[in-house]
């Protein structure tokens, strides 16, 4: 008999995204990106195995939910080019393990894994997580790139802000993502292609994406870091580092993520402040993974709050775009899949 096969619409439009954007790092470095993200699959696959399986003993329903895959793509494409094959797989069995099955699976999990499985690998591994090789360098598939492969490195846009620079990279290298950074996170005309596509597929949701990046583009233009101007600071904001990748693909979660509309919008503007506040004061690339980690904690509470000003303030509902009440939303995510 064979195995029924729970494939949410969600998941299938955001891996096809992702495989989508892996020709961006693929055509700029060769097929090392496709190797660090098959074995990135391959690491999930088996972890799925094994936990759904074995550890937890899932209902045969249950084991094939395919997430895992998504989370998966997103560790790979979180990761430079370069990168040891073994920091990938730490990466997703760290992040599987803690974030998603040590709760009970799919739909149970209250942090982002890909979030967790980067945040941890660029605290314990930051040489391997946060250098970053030039665009046009073709890549060995050795599974460590020594110094005497001749690759060459230079610092993202993100890390010469953090120390009070302007990147100087012009406007059309931005779009085309040639300038160091993580194998997903470069090119922006890409990824504000999938961000279209998976808008019309319904796969996003397009109050926590448009809060988050009003709230960037505010503190941006208020706060800037960057001597070029305001247009510019919101500019290289937005575009650099993990921030555009991270809120197409991961703060829309919807394990994770608010129910209520309302609370969307919150979560938003919570992400996009503390995003840049943490910028302000830190030193890395991937601030977004460690503010979306804080986020995740604090879900519940956003729906508490948007109840709270539904109740105070009745008008807020016309921003409902469905009757749905927020206790059927928490019943439907706790009795499984939220797509």
Known sequence: MKKTMIISEHC??????????????????????????????????LMELVCKRWLFKLPRAERHDYSSVV???IIAMLMPASVDYYIVIIAVVSGLLVGKYAFGGTGRNIFNPAAIGVAFMSISFPEQVLR??????????SFHITEESGVLY???????????????ISRFSLLLGEYPGAMGA??????????????FRKAISYRITGAFLFTVACYACLFARTSTGRMNSVIFEITSGVLLF????????????PLTAIGQLLYGVFLGLMTMIF?????????????LLLANALTKEFDRLADWLLKKVPALGALMTDSET????????????RV
């Open 12 to 45: 299938v439009s955001v891996i096809v995204a992702l495989l989508a954007l892996l020709a961006v790092p693929v055509y700029f470095f060769g097929p090392r990106p496709a190797v660090i993200a098959a074995i990135s699959v391959a690491t999930a696959l």
């Open 154 to 168: 230079a610092t993202s846009p993100a890390s010469v802000m953090n120390v009070g620079g302007t990147p100087q």
């Open 71 to 73: 989370t998966a793509l």
């Open 246 to 257: 991270g809120i197409i693909f991961m703060a829309s979660d919807p394990h994770t993520s």
């Open 132 to 141: 970053f090789p030039v665009p046009g360098t073709w890549l060995p598939l």
């Open 186 to 199: 470069t090119c922006v005309i890409a990824l504000i292609a999938i961000f279209i596509f998976l808008c």
């Open 326 to 337: 927020l206790h059927a939303r928490r019943a439907r995510r706790a009795g499984g899949r």
């Open 279 to 291: 910028r302000s004061a830190g030193a890395l690339d991937v601030e977004f993974v460690f503010v």
